[in-house]
């Protein structure tokens, strides 16, 4: 059977229960919630808690992504500031950065965003869109991502001095690692034993989605695939143009 992926690639380079919040990134040992409809904050906390727990929270190697911390986080930020997620978005980063086509998706008949695919069938969940919020419902382009992760990386967003804070490493599953809210990309030796492939920090998501930044090379690579079915093929390729670029 044949995959359909969309390709949506770019890159930058060089020279061109006390509960710590930073437990609620993807340490808190919190369960996954949601499926295809809507749902409010509440609704999402509720199921939440009627999961196991995978681990104690904090509990040293252990990490586990869940959208739940990232819900959380999120409304933290509503009752902090008193303004919406979409909005504290819109003002701290959204518009700083000059990003045009990035938007947190709240209409369910808006058909901007291109199609995710699950193998070869269509996923359409714009319900689910509508509900994930801070846990993954920004919409944005290559182009866009492309100017943020730069941002985040070089101090334009915060200190450059936090991103050492967010590299507190436990294991999340082969070949990554997980840190506060970004995560480390690095094959073992044995897979690369000529270090051709330097490591990444940044982060992806189940569509194929990613955005990294390889310190050793300045080189930063953004993009999607749309294929939920095999979110790795967005590695892959990141993989194959890093060796390209290498080379020249």
Aim: a positive charge.
């Amino acid at each position: 059977m044949s995959l359909t992926t969309f390709f949506f690639f770019k890159i930058l380079l060089p020279n061109s229960i006390n509960i710590n919040l930073a437990y609620y990134q993807l340490w808190s040992g919190f369960g996954e919630y949601y499926n295809d409809q809507f749902w409010t904050f509440e609704q999402a906390i509720e199921r939440t808690k009627n999961m196991s727990a995978l681990f104690v929270p904090g509990t040293k190697g252990k990490a586990n992504y869940s959208d739940a911390n990232f819900q959380l986080l999120g409304n933290i930020i509503d009752n902090t500031t008193h303004k919406s997620y979409a909005e504290n978005c819109r003002e701290l980063i959204i518009q700083p950065l000059g990003l045009t086509k990035t938007y947190l998706y709240k209409d369910s008949t808006d058909k901007t965003p291109k199609t995710l695919y699950y193998k070869n069938n269509e996923l359409n969940i714009p319900k689910a869109m509508t509900s994930f919020g801070a846990d993954g419902g920004m919409v944005s382009t290559s182009t866009d991502m492309l100017v943020f992760i730069e941002a985040f990386f070089t101090g334009k967003i915060f200190p450059k001095e936090y991103i050492n804070e967010l590299q507190e490493w436990n294991k999340i599953f082969f070949p990554m690692q997980s840190g506060i809210g970004i995560h480390l990309f690095k094959l073992p030796w044995l897979l690369n034993p000529t270090g051709a492939v330097p490591y990444f920090i940044g982060h992806s998501g189940l569509s194929g989605a990613l955005a990294y930044y390889s310190p050793k090379e300045n080189i930063y690579i953004v993009g999607s695939v749309n294929q939920v079915a095999h979110p790795d093929t967005s590695f892959k390729i990141m993989i194959k143009l890093t060796q390209q670029i290498k080379k020249k």
